[in-house]
């Protein structure tokens, strides 16, 4: 996998290599709290207003990640609707972290995740770009900091808070970002 353009948002071409199909888009990118990282993503096909689940494909079965497409060995790939589901409970859709509260252990409130940034060879997590209210600065807070990443709130070790600011761009990292209008995305 290669850093020029890394790309993994909604809406995404996921082909087949095998046979050049267009298997369908990326609809929903999941992280595992326990592991803290990336591990797959929820493949649809159809219009927006409908259309199908095809299922999950693992980030270990991914060949690359382009800026126009994620590129996939063959189908087999796509794991079936029933494994989506059957994992669905123990995973967090990336978007949901948007948003979410972060407090440390010492209950100190340090803001609500404005982005996250992965690694992009392991899709470990490297930083929570964290802002602590409308008009102030963002701070970054170490991905190894993060002790838990809960339904309500992610919880921050003791002395892990911000480590300074946060940084605008990363350009050798995976990083989802909020975009103006409420729009979310992962971008290279």
């Known amino acids: 996998m290669n850093g020029h353009g890394l790309r993994l948002s909604k809406g995404t071409t996921v082909v087949s ?3 050049g199909a267009e298997i369908g888009a990326v609809e929903r990118v999941y992280l595992d709290p326990a592991r803290k990282e990336i591990v797959g993503f929820t493949v649809h096909k159809g219009g927006f207003f409908g259309g199908t689940m095809v299922g999950l494909v693992e980030v270990g079965d991914v ?3 382009g800026p126009d497409a994620v590129t996939i060995n063959d189908a087999a790939a796509v794991r079936s609707e029933f494994a989506v589901g059957a994992r669905r409970d123990e995973l967090v859709e990336l978007g949901s972290l948007v948003g979410r509260k972060v407090v440390t252990e010492a ?3 340090l803001g609500s995740v404005a982005g996250v940034r992965f690694g992009e060879e392991s899709f470990r997590l490297l930083a929570l ?4 209210g409308p008009l102030q600065e963002h701070h970054e ?3 190894g900091a993060v002790a838990t990443i809960g339904e309500d709130l992610i919880v921050v070790a003791e002395g892990g808070a911000a ?3 946060a940084p605008h761009a990363v350009p050798d990292r995976l990083v989802y970002v909020v ?4 729009g979310r995305r992962l971008a290279g």
């Open 17 to 19: 290599l095998a046979d």
């Open 107 to 109: 209950g100190v409130a």
């Open 141 to 143: 807070v170490a991905g």
């Open 63 to 65: 060949h690359a990640f």
């Open 163 to 165: 480590t300074g600011s």
């Open 129 to 132: 770009d964290v802002s602590p």
């Open 179 to 182: 975009e103006p209008g409420g």
